[in-house]
């Protein structure tokens, strides 16, 4: 069964630093999406992705954060300067269309020190 | 804003014993998802299921939208069954809006 595919599985960085969190969604979605989980709480909607654009994001999703599609098959989160609140779990998530099945990938963990 | 809340926040079985979780939303829901993250971390699919019933072998799940609820069934609970459930919810938006989970423990 396809699944999405998220690289690394955990990263540790300095505060300050930039890191890309790569994910590869299920070849024939065209819906992408970032999600993010603190320790102990709840998953959070980051930003939605669909033909090369931006179609929504939450308040969390400023301007320290970007995401991009650099070719047919990766979809990338960039963090630009990282704050200890970054600490996370990070999730990719793709679908065929908006409102059906979101298949979420393992996550990357990220820790900021 | 919207809210999805889930019951019981924690839930502790003994092997064997069936249990039932719940899922209440604020409004009117496109579509709902269950969810189990395991103890590494990893959300597994359980269910889409915007009305009606599913069954999967020992799990069931259920959704009444005109009374904004949903429901998770477990039978016979197995030590591998333990992580946190979560269901998600689409209100006219491409986004999944996630409730509180039901951390479940099970016990041999």
């Known amino acids: 069964e396809p699944e999405v595919t998220q690289t690394p599985s955990h990263q540790v960085t300095q505060m300050g630093q930039e890191v890309i969190l790569r994910c590869v969604p299920i070849s024939n979605h065209l819906y992408f999406y970032w999600y993010r989980q603190i320790l102990g709480q709840k998953v959070e909607f980051l930003v939605s992705f669909y033909n090369n654009e931006i179609s929504e994001k939450s308040e969390i999703f400023d301007d320290q954060f970007s995401v991009e599609r650099p070719d047919g098959s990766n979809f990338t989160l960039k963090i630009r300067s990282t704050k200890l609140e970054d600490s996370a779990m990070y999730f990719c998530?793709?679908?065929?269309?908006?409102?059906?099945?979101?298949?979420f990938g393992p996550g990357t963990r990220l820790l900021v020190l | 804003g919207i809210q999805v809340e889930q019951s019981p926040p924690d839930l502790i079985l003994q092997e064997g014993a069936n249990s039932t979780l719940r899922c209440n939303f604020s409004?009117?829901?496109?579509?709902l998802q269950w969810f189990h993250q395991n103890p590494w971390g990893q959300l597994i699919n359980l269910f889409y299921i915007p009305s009606g019933t599913k069954q999967n072998g020992r799990l069931s799940a259920t959704t009444v939208a005109t009374e904004r609820y949903s429901l998770l069934y477990i039978s016979s609970s197995q030590t591998t069954d333990s992580g946190v459930y979560f269901c998600a919810a689409y209100y006219n938006t491409d986004k999944l809006i996630f409730g509180t989970g039901t951390r479940l423990q099970v016990f041999p």
């Open positions: 998530a793709s679908s065929v269309q908006p409102g059906e099945t979101q298949y």
């Open positions: 409004d009117s829901v496109n579509n």
